[in-house]
Structure formats: structure tokens, C-alpha cells
């Protein structure tokens, strides 16, 4: 069955490059805007296998996605990589410390993002 992976980044240019990357290798794939819109997209799609969240956006960060969604039962499990501009040391603990798998610098080599997912979707 094909993995379904939703993508949430504030930047429609990533967005749009990430998805291609991912449909390419066969993926699935969901956008949001943000946070908010990503929770949304959460609850309303059947099964979620990988999440990849941006960390700043609007009106919803993606620490505070990250942490909403590791407070549920249902998402807790879901695999999560940070991919983020934001690349110190105490923002990559942070991501990591609220419940990201994996945390990627961008601009992020897609060969190198997809092998990650593939190593967390097992």
C-alpha cells in the first residue's frame, strides 16, 4: 500500500519541490500552510504514515505542531522529521526533545530525505 506522508511548511516553493520529490519515489502526499492547518489535515485524513514540519511558521510553529501531536494517542506513534532553516544546536535538541524522529537542515538533499524516510518507515 502506498505511504502517505503530510508535508506542513509555510512556503508553497518548498511545498510544491518536496511533494514532486516524494510523488516521485512512489509517495502519497498532503500539504498544509501551517500548524493549525496541519492539525486539521491530520484529523481528516484516514491514516498518516510520516509527518515533515517546518518550525517557523504562522499562526501555528512547528515545535508547537510537534508537541500537540505527541500529546495524542492516535498521532504519537506517526514518524516526524523537522525540516527546518533553523539548523543550532538548541533548536535541533528542541525538535528532537518534543518528539521529532529526525531533524533536516535545509536546503535538504533529496536523495538524503528520502532514504531517511525510507530508514523510518521501516
Not at 484529523?43 to 510553529?61: E, G, H, Q, T
Amino acid at each position: 500500500m502506498q505511504k502517505h506522508i503530510l508535508l506542513i511548511d509555510d512556503s508553497k516553493t518548498i511545498r510544491n519541490l518536496v511533494a514532486f520529490v516524494l510523488k516521485s519515489e512512489g509517495y502519497k502526499t498532503s500539504t498544509a500552510e501551517d500548524g493549525l492547518d496541519g492539525i486539521e489535515k491530520l484529523y481528516n485524513i484516514d491514516a498518516v504514515d510520516l509527518i515533515i514540519v517546518d518550525v517557523n511558521m504562522p499562526r501555528m510553529d512547528g515545535f508547537t505542531f510537534i508537541k500537540t501531536v505527541r500529546t495524542q494517542d492516535a498521532y504519537k506513534d506517526i514518524p516526524i522529521i523537522v525540516l527546518s532553516t533553523e539548523g543550532q544546536e538548541k533548536d535541533i535538541q528542541k525538535g528532537m526533545s518534543l518528539g521529532a524522529n529526525l531533524y533536516m537542515v535545509k536546503p535538504a538533499q533529496p536523495e538524503k530525505m528520502v532514504r531517511n524516510i525510507k530508514m523510518l518507515l521501516g
